[in-house]
Each structure stands twice: as C-alpha cells, then as structure tokens.
C-alpha cells in the first residue's frame, strides 16, 4: 500500500519501521516539529522524524494541518491510508477523508475504554486487569470510530513505561496484520456507552497522597513511571517513588514505619523499592538508605 505514516514519540517508533519493513510505499512522514530540549534548549526532532530520515523517508512536520496549503498537500500525495500513532495535532474532515481508505489510528487502549490523551497511565491508575491496543478507523470524534483489531495484554503490576514498549510493538505488529488484509477485518462499532475518558496527567496527580489506600498509592506510582514520576518531600528534598510494593503496617498517614523505609498509608503501608534523588540516577531502596538514611518516626509529606 501507500502510505502516509503520521506520529512523534517513540510509541510510534516501531509502528513506522514495521510498515517499512513489511514492503509497505511510505509516501510521506508526518510528525510534530522539532521542540527545544535539554539544558541548552537546542531544537530536537521527534523520535519519528529521527527514525524516518535514518530510513530515507520524506518528513513533513507542519504546526497545523488546518490550512488549505497543507490540506492540499496531503491530498496530492494519492495514498490509499493514513497510519496514525501519537501523531498529537487534531485532523480534519479534510484530511481524514483523502487517503483511499482513510486514516487508521493505532490507539494503546482496549476502545471504548480509555480515549484519550492518557489511555495507559489511566488503565494502571485504575487497577485494570488488562489493556491493549486496537487499530481504529479515525473519525471527527475522539478515538470515538469504528474498531479494526484488538490485541489484549495484562497489566499485572507493569509500569507505564514498561507497558507503553510492550504496546508499541503490539501496535505495530497489529497494524501491518490488518494492511496486510484490510477485508478480513470488518470494522465494528463503539459501544459508546462503555466509553471512559483518559484525561492527560496533571502534575498536581503527580504528588502523593499519603491519606490514599496503600494499593491505590502503588498504582499511582506504577502509572507515573517512568514520567512525569509519582513524587514526596524527604525534609527539603523532592524523591520520586518509581517502584513499591503494598506491606502490612499501620500509622499516621506519612509516617516512616521502620528502619527498612516502610511507609504508612490511609489503609496499609507501602515499601519503596526503586526511587530517585533530584539529579541522581534511579536506585534501588537499599542504595537510596546508604546515600540518605531515613529514621523511624521520620513523616513524610
């Protein structure tokens, strides 16, 4: 097929090179424009757009596609689809329409559940048992069209991080299966009425909450892992907590339970095992205690 392939981050990394791989006429890459990063603040291209140029692709990476110049653009390319996978700018009626077979969205959720900008971090939040991804047929509506393919995974006590790898590959191996034989997957219907939205973490969600159950504090922090990190104050210094574990224990809410850091909860404790000092690399519970010891009775706010 012919194909315009639309993405930035490196979820949508292994999607492109799978397309590529599997023979596919890549006509054009789509993704968002270079942002300043790091401490110098020097513009850096999106993950895709690195990728694609290591495989000789034309990139294109306009602010907006709302325009007439850019619609038309997209619409001279002739392709038969348009791949989708975190692209990040609103397509309009105009664009969705121009590939042959429209634009085909690779969205890391099982639909109707989790639309939205979050759909992982959301499912970890949640406690959900599973997630997955489904390959979508994109309309004006969020993540609201017509679903392809489904691929289900469990969640078990992954992170969002480790998850987002997992679905990315996942992703990319569904999306070259329905290409390969676009009628063999009729598009079904949403059940609307079984829609949750996934709203984009805020960084106030990213605070802990010591009051919280304990089992809810794990999640939390196994989906704020790796990004933006689940986070407490340790004296005058912010810790993010990347990985715990749920224990058993009881006290104020805050409070250092033991010598071994074990922290109390609303209902139960949790204990941390790998966590992150400003500027420092990630470690483990038990190189964190030899670089800052933290007393019992010690509260952590």
Not at 14 to 32: E, F, N, S
Not at 247 to 253: F, I, M, Q, Y
Request: proline residues 8%.
């Amino acid at each position: 097929m012919r194909i315009i392939f639309m993405g930035t981050p490196d979820f949508a990394v292994p999607a492109l090179r799978a397309l590529h791989a599997a023979g596919h006429d890549i006509a054009c890459v789509y993704t968002q424009p270079p942002r300043p990063a790091g401490r110098g603040k020097q513009l850096r291209a999106s993950p895709v757009q690195a990728a694609a140029e290591a495989l000789g692709l034309t990139v294109r990476s306009p602010k907006s596609l709302k325009g007439a110049d850019e619609q038309a653009e997209f619409a001279a390319l002739n392709a038969d689809v348009a791949v989708v996978a975190a692209y990040g700018l609103i397509l309009p009626q105009a664009v969705l329409d121009a590939p042959v077979h429209g634009c085909l969205n690779i969205h890391a959720s099982l639909l109707p559940r989790w639309r939205g900008a979050a759909p992982i971090h959301r499912a970890v939040m949640a406690g959900d048992v599973e997630t997955g991804v489904t390959i979508m047929q994109m309309e004006a509506g969020l993540d609201t069209g017509p679903m392809l393919h489904k691929i289900t995974v469990p969640i078990d006590r992954k992170t969002t991080g480790a998850l987002t790898e997992e679905l990315a590959a996942l992703g990319a191996e569904a999306m070259v299966a329905v290409l390969s034989d676009l009628a063999a997957f009729p598009p079904e219907v949403q059940d609307d009425s079984a829609a949750i939205y996934a709203p984009k973490i805020d960084k106030a969600e990213a605070k802990i909450d010591w009051a919280q159950p304990a089992a809810v504090i794990e999640r939390t922090v196994r989906a704020l892992a790796p990004f933006p990190g689940a986070w407490f104050e340790l004296g005058d210094e912010r810790v993010k907590l990347l990985l715990a574990e749920v224990v058993e224990g009881s006290d104020p809410p805050g409070a250092v339970l033991d010598d071994d850091f074990t922290i109390a909860c609303g209902e139960g404790a949790i204990r941390p095992l790998m966590l992150q000092r400003a500027g420092k690399p990630a470690m483990a519970r038990a190189d964190f205690l030899r670089g800052r010891a933290v007393a019992a009775g010690a509260i952590l706010a």
